[in-house]
């Protein structure tokens, strides 16, 4: 497999899933400069000039979200993604895809600094909402991990919620709500998240 990437983007979200799934030596990984995203020759790959993108066996898997799910499902006998008739399994694509979609919208309008009451215009039109309910959905949602979204066993959700909520309370887009340091600690406890400065505060 060959995943087209750079340090500086949210493809970084994908190492500690790579480094749980034990799979380094099976990706090849091209650190792709941002100017040379939008070359003929990567546009090719992906259209949309954009890292990260991973291909394996001459097909192309643009989209965190799908390289996440990807990536869990093929290497399944570790653990980290649900069976396809375990009810855990919508649980688990909610979460996903819920920090692909309405929870990355959330992120990119809040660095716009768009009016509040423009976006309560466009509320129903919007993914994500508002902020309440996107705080309401985290805050609710994360308090009830046990320790882990879908219980005792740590999934691929967990490492790419955990990493879009640490991001976004450094970036003091979202509070740092007492409802996330339990998962928080949890989190970052594991070897693979253990060397990212953001969880040094929760690290217990
Ligand atoms: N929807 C894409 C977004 C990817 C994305 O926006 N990547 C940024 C880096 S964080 C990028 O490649 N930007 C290069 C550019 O647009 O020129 C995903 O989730 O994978």
Redesign the pocket.
């Given at each position: 497999m060959t995943l087209y990437n750079?340090p500086?983007?949210?493809?970084l979200t994908l190492f500690p899933l790579i480094q749980e799934l034990g799979i380094e030596d099976q990706i090849q990984q091209v650190e792709?400069a941002?100017p040379d995203?939008?070359q003929p020759n990567y546009e090719q790959i992906n259209p949309?000039?954009?890292?990260?993108?991973l291909v394996d066996r001459g097909i192309v898997i643009?989209?965190?979200?799908?390289?996440y799910i990807y990536l869990a499902d093929k290497f399944r006998d570790k653990g980290l993604a649900p069976d396809l008739d375990d009810p855990k399994r919508g649980a688990y694509l909610k979460w996903i895809l819920f920090c692909?979609g309405p929870l990355?919208e959330y992120i990119d309008i809040s660095n716009l600094q768009i009016p509040a009451e423009r976006i309560e215009q466009q509320r129903r039109s919007l993914s994500f909402g508002n902020e309440a309910s996107v705080h309401r959905f985290l805050k609710q949602g994360i308090l009830q991990a046990s320790p882990y979204l879908l219980g005792e066993q740590c999934t691929a959700a967990d490492l790419y919620v955990a990493y879009c909520l640490i991001f976004a309370i450094n970036a003091k887009i979202l509070p740092d709500y007492a409802e996330f340091t339990p998962f928080l600690q949890t989190l970052a406890k594991r070897d693979s998240l253990k060397d990212i400065a953001w969880f040094q505060p929760y690290r217990t």
């Open positions: 750079n500086q983007s949210r493809g792709m941002y995203m939008h949309m000039g954009k890292v990260p993108c643009s989209e965190m979200a799908a390289i692909h990355t």
